[in-house]
């Protein structure tokens, strides 16, 4: 624990000293390729900073914040596209933009407050989960499967909605959400599109899909140049997210982490393709309660099948778990002396 506290520490001052001299140097030279040059080192030492980590917790939001978040920011920034552009006014907030899944609301409503309620019942859920990791030896397999899915989604909904609650107290300004309860998707390309992981089509859109529609429209018609940015868009995603599995196993990616973006990619050409035939979708029309059990039902069996089963055979999800526990216990046991101090 103490080696990896002096690793993240490290990382942390390597962070902040890469970003502020993208902040301060970068926007004075030219967009293009010769600002893409200037970022260019600051791209590469953020694919090494994961490996920095022993921790499967810490390496994989190393990975997610920086070699992820920040690697493709700073690419878009660049070429003046992308979510720092207009560069922010400040440092810190520069910082937060580059490193954090969060995105300044255009229309703030200052009267939509967290949602306190939903927190907490996750946050409860995610505890009896937690509970739950005691009896995983007389568990099928299928159900420690899915026990896993929904861990993995409760923990990004948590850290991430704590993360969001305290840069905006920082900056002072509210964000958009960092998704849109996934679970209500009726149609795939809902699911990746508009509800899970906002921020990330937010980025692929400007750096992958529109350039690649762009070409595609000089060979084909526009209504059929955005299937070959989907499929590019998920290719790029999977390769992506091959790596960050790497950084988790330490092993050569298999390619099957691909393969499910891109049956994700296909499926939703598919889907596009078929709402095109107006009279199709009319006579096959799903009710809403059954769509959501399709949508949310075929990622969670595809992505159990092609990514989560190679967390599990290379023994991170044992890993993940028994830290998730070690971190609960150590704050739980934080808390209760927080709170006999004050009593006390």
């Known amino acids: 624990m103490e080696e990896e506290l002096k690793s993240l520490i490290k990382v ?89 899944p969060i995105k300044a609301q255009q229309n703030p409503k200052p009267n939509i407050h967290l949602p306190k309620l939903v927190f907490a019942i996750k946050v409860a859920i995610f505890g009896v989960l937690l509970h739950l990791y005691g009896y995983k030896q007389n568990m099928p397999p299928i159900l420690l499967m899915g026990l896993y899915f929904v861990h993995l989604y409760l923990e990004l909904e948590i850290i991430f909605t704590l993360l969001k609650v305290l840069i905006s107290i920082s900056l002072g300004c509210e964000f958009e959400p960092q998704s849109n309860k996934p679970y209500l998707a009726t149609y795939l390309q809902d699911f990746w599109g508009r509800r899970w992981n906002i921020m990330v089509p937010a980025i692929l859109r400007p750096a992958v899909y529109t350039p690649m529609r762009r070409v595609s429209e000089r060979r084909m018609s526009s209504s059929w140049a955005l299937f070959p940015g989907i499929l590019a868009t998920f290719i790029v995603s999977g390769l992506v997210h091959d790596l960050l599995f790497f950084y988790l196993t330490r092993e050569m990616p298999t390619g099957d982490v691909t393969l499910f973006f891109l049956l994700q990619g296909v499926c939703i050409s598919a889907e596009l393709a078929v709402k095109k035939k107006t009279t199709v979708m009319q006579r096959w029309r799903l009710s809403p309660t059954v769509s959501r059990i399709l949508t949310v039902g075929f990622v969670f069996v595809t992505s159990s099948w092609l990514m989560t089963s190679q967390l599990v055979r290379s023994g991170v999800m044992e890993k993940y778990t028994n830290e998730a526990l070690y971190y609960a216990d150590f704050l739980n046991h934080k808390l209760r002396w927080f709170v006999g101090d004050i009593y006390n």
């Open 12 to 100: 942390l001052v390597i962070a902040i000293i890469s970003i502020s001299y993208c902040y301060y140097l970068p926007p004075k030279i030219k967009s293009g390729i010769p600002r893409f040059l200037s970022v260019l080192p600051i791209v590469a030492l953020f694919l090494v900073l994961p490996l920095f980590f022993s921790s499967v917790h810490l390496s994989f939001f190393t990975a997610f914040f920086l070699t992820w978040l920040a690697n493709f920011k700073l690419i878009l920034f660049s070429f003046d596209k992308g979510p720092l552009i207009p560069v922010p006014t400040n440092l810190s907030g520069f910082l937060f933009f580059t490193c954090f």
